[in-house]
């Protein structure tokens, strides 16, 4: 069974532009959710989805970032437009269930360089 | 609000040395608590977890035990090998999805 994959791998764009990050979870789970990795520190939550609905957005840093799940299936994160600050790793993970106690399956991330 | 507060790394052992990386927790209920790692190249894996209070999470050589009374999630590992050069997150949730993790511990070892 092929796990969470995110596209792309590294993306390096200049401040003011642009930037749309992929996720595909594993077939079947529901909930896809979006974290953040900034400049070495925690991982931070930034929202969450049931199928298509967003239940729960409360991590997004700004109206700069827009999130979607077309039809429930892969979901795409867009940075527009893109500052500094916003550079890190974002991971994407799914679950079949939602809960504390389901495991979150994680993918390997986008690492996003803003210059 | 939840927290995690994880040991800074870096850590440099040896193979076959103790490892531990302290892990100590804020949460405004009664969270289930995880040890995440991620491999150079690889995304974040779930490694163990606990969900209530003296529970005692192992997978692949590593423990930790849930510590109400300290608020704590150490993970240990008595011999360490190279393969286990990686980086360990710290996370809880409660009673949600939301995880909140600590800032992560980059481990090397040498052989």
């Known amino acids: 069974e092929a796990g969470v994959t995110q596209f792309p791998s590294h993306s390096v764009i200049e401040k003011g532009q642009t930037v749309t990050l992929r996720c595909d979870p594993i077939?079947?789970?529901?909930?896809l959710y979006w974290y953040r990795r900034v400049m070495g520190k925690e991982i931070k939550f930034l929202l969450h989805?049931?199928?298509?609905?967003?239940?729960?957005e409360s991590g997004m840093p700004n109206n700069r970032f827009l999130a979607e799940r077309t039809g429930g299936t892969y979901s795409t994160l867009k940075v527009q437009p893109a500052e500094l600050e916003d550079s890190g790793v974002y991971f994407c993970a799914s679950s079949q269930l939602a809960g504390g106690r389901n495991e979150q399956f994680f993918g390997p991330g986008t690492r996003l360089t803003v210059l | 609000g939840d927290s995690v507060t994880q040991m800074e790394g870096p850590v440099t052992l040896s193979e076959e040395a103790f490892l531990t990386i302290n892990c100590t927790y804020t949460a405004t209920g009664y969270p289930s608590l995880f040890w995440y790692v991620q491999y150079p190249g690889e995304g974040l894996q779930l490694l163990l977890k606990a969900t209530k209070a003296d529970d005692k999470g192992s997978n692949k050589g590593f423990e930790a035990t849930y510590r109400k009374e300290t608020t704590s999630f150490h993970l240990e590992k008595g011999s360490v090998q190279v393969s286990d050069s990686a980086v360990y997150f710290c996370a809880l949730t409660v009673g949600d999805y939301k995880l909140s993790f600590g800032a992560g511990t980059t481990v090397t070892v040498r052989a």
């Open positions: 077939s079947g789970h529901d909930n």
């Open positions: 989805f049931v199928k298509e609905s967003k239940q729960d």
